[in-house]
């Protein structure tokens, strides 16, 4: 017969999907639960005390520590919680942070820990966004250089940061096996969740909605911060973003480059409405030719509403990680009027690039416009205002393609009409460029002339 440390190793194994081990050994029997009655009363005041004394003997002594709902909210502080820790939460719960964080404060402290389980059953995690004038670290749950953490149907309220932050710490460069699954994030002054070091990572049926104060305002980001953060074997499965005032998912990759740890990343089935931004935007620009590697899997997105592109990639080097987009959906995508060539999708970059765009496949994309305004002229566009060129690129097999203005041509490549195309066509893309830049130098030369001609007396 299993132990009960075994059975709860088995049970992270099979949640998380990717964990080849769940790492919670060491753990003799099963805890068992002691309500937080037990070392004295709460009087909804200042019960940081309490807790915090809960939670080390418990963690100490192997056992589970059930917080119960009261009347009120409790109130607390900071709170560090130590491994080994399990700690459950009564539905209807509440623990209302107290006035007075300091800017690098954050509520739920998970810093060089291992083996921490927080259930919550619905439990809310109350911030004072409201309080600060300028908030982005005031964190809700913060889990640095840590292994083997679950968190699951906790809800985060008005974060004065992000709603969850991951990341290494000054001891580990990277968190390990982490689980979040049924988790509520609303109003978070930064991000709904950011990710920053990680490897084995679950996000699953969580929702981050209604980002707004300090850029970039996301519902989720994912963004290293130095050339040693990782993403292994990144994992997000039926997620929803909604109404952020960012995008619904940024990517942002620049930090990393080739000598880093190649990343993997998988986001399957999620659902963005209303980006103030892009529903997905995504760059991995250097300031050089020489990117991180590895893979991003873009599978069954959907976007609605987003006020920019439903999907863009910008200033995303060839030279980088292989994208692929498949079998997403774009609805009403251009809210805002303000995409390049009015298009629901695009890869694209500014001026100053290095190197070529590209290693970005789009297979089975469908797009609609049903906007009482017609806010779609093309459905996607590839353009490169530095004019280096593409690399890699496709777009092909669409789904359903319907509402734009323009029934044919579908796109825009570097301005020029197109249909499709094909990244395994190198030639037809490099005749592609040609035609495309033969085009822009004789605009060029007519509106030198244009503008160089003496005007005809009255």
Known sequence: MLSE???????LILT??????????GWAAAPLSVNLTSFGTALGKDDTALIQKALDACSAQGKTLHIPAMKGPYRVGPLRIPSRSHVTFAPGTVLQAL????????????VDA???????????????????????????IFISGSTNIEISGLTCMDPGGDGLYISGSENKTFSENVTISGVTVKGSARQGLTIISVRNLFVRK????????????????????????????VRMEENVTESNAGNGIRISLSKLRAESTPISIVIRRHQDRAAGQNGLFAT???????GVLGTVLIDRFSSENARLYGIAFSFWNASGPSAVVQDASILNANQGHATDDNAAVAIIRGGNGVGRLGNIKFQR????????????????????????????VL??????LTGARHDHPLGHFQGQPVDSIEATDESRLADLWRRAEAIRQIKEKTSNLLSNKPSEAN
């Open 365 to 392: 994309v469908s797009i609609r416009d049903t906007s009482k305004r017609t806010a779609l002229d093309y459905y996607y566009t590839f353009v490169d205002y530095s004019r280096k060129g593409f690399n890699n």
């Open 284 to 290: 991995n620009e250097t300031d050089n030719d020489a």
């Open 114 to 140: 291992r083996d921490v389980e927080l259930s919550g059953a619905g439990a809310v995690l109350r911030m004072n966004k409201v309080e600060f004038k300028r908030s982005e670290y005031r964190h809700c």
């Open 5 to 11: 440390c075994h059975k709860y190793s088995k049970k």
């Open 395 to 400: 777009f092909s097999q669409p789904g359903v």
């Open 206 to 233: 969580s929702l981050f909605a209604n980002s707004s104060g300090v850029m970039p305002q996301s519902g989720i980001d994912i963004e290293p911060e130095s050339v040693h953060d990782r993403l292994e074997r």
């Open 16 to 25: 998380g999907g990717i964990f080849l081990i769940a790492g919670l050994s």
């Open 99 to 110: 006035p007075g964080f300091r800017e690098f404060q954050k509520l739920i402290n998970i």
